[in-house]
């Protein structure tokens, strides 16, 4: 394994440890030999290795919880290191280290878009024998929002029973719904119709293998889409309106014009009238322009070199094209279309092949492929009702894992509590609600587990950090977090 080039850019943007798998067969009886596991821990095992919260992140998100959920870790937070042994790893398809799209096979080569698929429940078993690895016997709760969620909830069901205590599913589902298999499928095409996608090769250049590269216009609009969904329609007319450039800073001392032309300090600065009155081809330039804006070519057959005003663009369109701009440093196409194919997948009811280790997964009845509404309700509920006490939380402006979905999964665990958090950010409100989550995370702990908050396995004197406000200090690489929202 360690002959294999390890040259993923994307694995170097996390300080995290790596654990060796030799062999690894998924769900779709597809078998990877000698593999890698991505993973981050923060605190102590304490001497029974059950001291464990178990952090599962996002479709983008990665091991680094401290990036995307920084304000709920730290001492006397819900994810304390003085008292919790917290683990977190890359699933199986994320460019961040585990096994990807971005990583190589025993004989050396990328393996592209010929990495196979996998499921959810895949992740959890994967995770699993990395949690042994590490000593642990147990976990007192497992924690995630959304596809994390998904994680969340499979994993009661694909380890041994008893091995997960409690579970905290997010802002998540059962099962994947059609309007979010809809806007998966929306996504991927985006990346498909870019003509630098060649069909998932874009990274085998002349010139050699180029992990960075990427068919960048593709995967920057999927992201804008998904961003959509992400957020509530209130929220985006909040906080952009019909605003042009990025957000209103203050209008500077000496005025600025903001009609009739390019907005500007400057008195001498040409209006659109006095460009027009320049040349009478400047309308149909702008109009080619206005038209043509937010398109970005390899290039262009028409440059006529003319200097006219720019058309307007709104500060929600540039919010988006930044937000585009941004993920394509940072995440892979490839590893984007197999993990939205991964979410399409993900149905609790449907059983485990796998028998070993012991789960309750695979003592589901098998569901038909061609089941649909009333036929899937019920193994949904038998499922559901396998799982341990749960704290299930709901945002309740999340358009794309509805409250519903929430109420289905908290009415049919035996031991469940529904929390519905009020934000205007839609389903992101579990990425940015950081007090909320926070206080319901922790409060919910010590009542149902108290013996881990009588003890610190860590002095606060060794711990050493102090503890910080609810603000953002810096801009989160894998989560929603900003801390400079004019940056863009």
């Given at each position: 394994?360690?002959s294999?080039?390890?040259?993923?850019?994307?694995?170097?943007?996390?300080?995290?440890?790596?654990?060796?798998?030799?062999?690894?067969?998924?769900?779709?009886?597809?078998?990877?030999?000698?593999?890698?596991?991505?993973?981050?821990?923060?605190?102590?095992?304490?001497?029974?290795?059950?001291?464990?919260?178990?952090?599962?992140?996002?479709l983008?998100?990665?091991?680094?919880?401290?990036?995307?959920?920084?304000?709920?870790?730290?001492?006397d937070?819900?994810?304390?290191?003085?008292?919790?042994?917290i683990?977190?790893?890359?699933?199986?398809?994320?460019?961040?280290?585990?096994?990807?799209?971005?990583?190589?096979?025993?004989?050396?080569?990328?393996?592209?878009?010929?990495?196979?698929?996998?499921?959810?429940?895949d992740d959890?078993?994967?995770?699993?024998?990395?949690?042994?690895?590490l000593?642990?016997?147990s976990?007192?709760?497992?924690?995630?929002?959304?596809?994390?969620?998904?994680?969340?909830?499979?994993?009661?069901?694909?380890?041994?029973?008893?091995?997960?205590?409690?579970?905290?599913?997010?802002?998540?589902?059962?099962?994947?719904?059609?309007?979010?298999?809809?806007?998966?499928?929306?996504?991927?095409?985006?990346i498909?119709?870019?003509?630098?996608?060649?069909?998932?090769?874009?990274?085998?250049l002349?010139?050699?293998?180029?992990?960075?590269?990427?068919?960048?216009?593709?995967?920057?609009?999927?992201?804008?889409?998904?961003?959509?969904?992400?957020?509530?329609r209130d929220?985006?007319?909040?906080?952009?309106?019909r605003r042009?450039?990025?957000?209103?800073?203050?209008?500077?001392?000496?005025?600025?014009?903001?009609?009739?032309?390019?907005?500007?300090?400057?008195?001498?600065?040409?209006?659109?009238?006095?460009?027009?009155?320049?040349?009478?081809?400047?309308?149909?330039?702008l109009?080619?322009?206005?038209?043509?804006?937010?398109?970005?070519p390899?290039?262009?057959?028409?440059?006529?070199?003319?200097?006219?005003?720019?058309?307007?663009?709104?500060?929600a369109?540039?919010?988006?094209?930044y937000?585009?701009?941004?993920?394509?440093g940072?995440?892979?196409?490839?590893?984007?279309?197999?993990?939205?194919?991964?979410?399409?997948?993900?149905?609790?009811?449907?059983?485990?092949?796998?028998?070993?280790?012991?789960?309750?997964?695979?003592?589901?009845?098998?569901?038909?492929?061609?089941?649909?509404?009333?036929?899937?309700?019920?193994?949904?509920?038998?499922?559901?009702?396998?799982?341990?006490?749960?704290?299930?939380i709901?945002?309740?402006?999340?358009?794309?894992?509805t409250?519903s979905?929430?109420?289905?999964?908290?009415?049919?665990?035996?031991?469940?509590?529904?929390?519905?958090i009020?934000?205007?950010?839609?389903?992101?409100?579990?990425?940015?609600?950081?007090?909320?989550?926070?206080?319901?995370?922790?409060?919910?702990?010590?009542?149902?587990?108290?013996?881990?908050?009588?003890?610190?396995?860590?002095?606060?004197?060794?711990?050493?950090?102090?503890?910080?406000?609810?603000?953002?200090?810096?801009?989160?690489?894998?989560?929603?977090?900003?801390?400079?929202?004019?940056?863009?």
């Open positions: 394994m360690n294999i080039p390890n040259d993923n850019p994307y694995a170097a943007l996390i300080n995290q440890s790596f654990h060796p798998i030799p062999k690894f067969t998924l769900e779709s009886g597809t078998v990877l030999t000698n593999i890698q596991v991505g993973y981050k821990t923060w605190g102590r095992l304490n001497s029974r290795g059950d001291n464990v919260l178990v952090i599962c992140h996002a983008t998100g990665s091991s680094d919880v401290e990036d995307w959920w920084g304000p709920l870790l730290g001492l937070r819900a994810f304390d290191p003085t008292r919790w042994f683990f977190c790893a890359n699933v199986i398809g994320s460019p961040y280290g585990t096994v990807s799209s971005v990583t190589r096979d025993e004989a050396g080569a990328v393996r592209g878009p010929e990495m196979p698929g996998s499921s959810v429940k959890v078993r994967l995770h699993y024998q990395v949690l042994l690895s000593g642990v016997k976990v007192a709760a497992v924690i995630g929002g959304s596809m994390g969620g998904m994680t969340c909830l499979e994993y009661p069901l694909n380890t041994p029973p008893g091995f997960v205590r409690h579970i905290i599913p997010i802002a998540t589902s059962a099962r994947h719904s059609a309007w979010c298999i809809s806007w998966g499928e929306a996504q991927r095409q985006s498909y119709s870019d003509p630098e996608y060649r069909d998932g090769y874009y990274y085998d002349p010139g050699g293998v180029d992990l960075s590269a990427q068919p960048g216009r593709g995967l920057a609009a999927a992201r804008m889409a998904a961003l959509l969904t992400y957020r509530s929220s985006f007319e909040a906080r952009f309106g042009a450039g990025t957000l209103d800073k203050g209008v500077p001392k000496g005025g600025v014009r903001v009609m009739g032309g390019k907005e500007t300090t400057d008195p001498s600065e040409p209006s659109t009238a006095d460009l027009a009155a320049k040349n009478r081809q400047a309308a149909s330039e109009a080619w322009r206005e038209h043509n804006d937010g398109y970005r390899s290039g262009s057959r028409r440059n006529s070199g003319r200097s006219v005003t720019e058309p307007k663009v709104f500060s369109q540039s919010y988006l094209r937000q585009g701009d941004k993920f394509t940072r995440f892979d196409a490839n590893c984007y279309i197999h993990i939205t194919r991964k979410l399409d997948t993900h149905d609790l009811s449907h059983p485990s092949i796998f028998v070993d280790p012991p789960n309750l997964s695979c003592t589901l009845p098998a569901v038909p492929s061609d089941a649909d509404g009333a036929d899937i309700k019920d193994p949904i509920q038998l499922a559901l009702s396998l799982l341990p006490p749960a704290l299930v709901g945002v309740e402006s999340d358009g794309l894992f409250t979905e929430q109420k289905e999964i908290a009415a049919f665990i035996p031991e469940a509590e529904l929390v519905l009020p934000s205007p950010d839609g389903h992101d409100g579990f990425l940015l609600e950081f007090e909320a989550i926070n206080g319901w995370i922790e409060g919910w702990l010590r009542r149902k587990v108290p013996e881990y908050f009588m003890v610190r396995e860590i002095s606060v004197e060794e711990y050493g950090k102090e503890v910080e406000g609810w603000g953002v200090k810096k801009e989160s690489v894998f989560g929603e977090a900003e801390a400079d929202v004019t940056r863009w």
